[in-house]
């Protein structure tokens, strides 16, 4: 299948990312003009109750994180929410990541925590993964107030945020810690070492590029040889058993396809239960572009049915679509 008509426009225009001079000012930049392209092509996030900011404390300074509840009764299950952006970009104040939280909150009838990581590069790996895990134990930590239960958490994010999440899971079992129940993987961003990948021809031309992804390794990375280690590419992990089941979303024209792919493959012989499903048409991220795409929302809502399923909801509001599954154990 083609990329999909509506995308082809937005390829030819699309600017050619360079290493900035001055990391602060670009990524403002670039988180605006993310909003302006949302607000014209993506869909604002249905209703919730309630969402509250809250500062929580990780080594060496605060972040901060949004809590998202649902309008029915608690407590509910706790979603992990977070974003992604190259570990340098994106913020949960951004308007497709608030529409994101509304999305899962309402959805999938649970607390949305979202975490407002530090960036690269002025913060290297470890601190990102790390402040995700602080969060995580800090909802965990405070879950009746939050409304929690904190015997039913899930993960999910996007690109880098997906390798957070991949890498979480990780940390989790094997440092021990609160047990999560499912990860959803969008896009994921697999291995920094950029070795997966068997299509070539995806790295130019189909928005993400492979500079733009050598420029997020190297501003993540102190060093490029941590690229393999398994926190930074779960890929590389000598051992994937023992981790949560996962739903992994992947696009057709994406230069991080294969690393879905394959990380799905590993898992399933793993013995972990996971499925993997195929954006036709897709490029990295075209998900968020709900007004002018029926398969963006098919893909949102095929996400938001997998998670009420983790979560143990009937699946009344939200109607499982037709996205092709790939892999099932």
Not at 58 to 65: K, L, P, Q, S
Request: aromatic residues 6%.
């Amino acid at each position: 299948m083609p990329v999909d008509p509506f995308l082809q426009p937005l390829l030819e225009h699309l600017p050619v990312n360079t290493e900035p001079t001055d990391f602060a000012a670009w990524r403002a930049a670039s988180n605006h003009q993310g909003d302006v392209l949302f607000t014209t092509l993506g869909e604002p996030g249905p209703a919730i109750r309630e969402r509250q900011a809250f500062t929580v404390p990780v080594d060496g300074g605060t972040i901060e994180v949004y809590v998202y509840q649902p309008l029915e009764a608690g407590p509910h299950p706790m979603h992990l929410f977070l974003h992604g952006g190259g570990w340098m970009l994106g913020t949960i104040h951004g308007q497709f990541n608030d529409a994101t939280c509304r999305e899962r909150c309402a959805g999938a009838q649970c607390v949305v925590v979202a975490v407002e990581y530090r960036k690269a590069p002025e913060h290297k790996y470890p601190t990102g993964l790390n402040d995700c895990h602080a969060a995580l134990l800090w909802a965990v930590a405070h879950a009746e107030k939050l409304g929690i239960n904190p015997d039913l958490i899930t993960i999910g994010g996007s690109s880098a945020g997906a390798n957070l999440a991949a890498a979480l899971t990780l940390k989790l079992r094997d440092e021990g810690g609160p047990r999560v129940a499912f990860q959803v993987l969008e896009v994921p961003a697999l291995d920094l070492t950029l070795t997966t990948s068997t299509h070539p021809e995806l790295d130019q031309g189909y928005g993400l590029t492979r500079p733009e992804m050598e420029l997020c390794r190297r501003a993540y990375l102190e060093h490029l040889d941590q690229a393999g280690e398994p926190y930074v590419s779960p890929l590389k992990a000598a051992d994937l058993s023992g981790l949560p089941p996962a739903h992994i979303m992947i696009s057709e024209f994406d230069p991080l396809r294969d690393d879905g792919a394959v990380y799905a493959e590993r898992l399933a012989q793993a013995g972990v239960p996971v499925t993997l499903t195929l954006g036709e048409g897709h490029i990295h991220g075209s998900s968020a572009f709900t007004q002018a795409m029926a398969s963006a929302r098919a893909w949102r809502e095929e996400l938001i049915a997998t998670l009420r399923a983790a979560h143990g909801i009937p699946d009344t509001a939200v109607a499982a679509t037709r996205v092709t599954a790939l892999l099932q154990p």
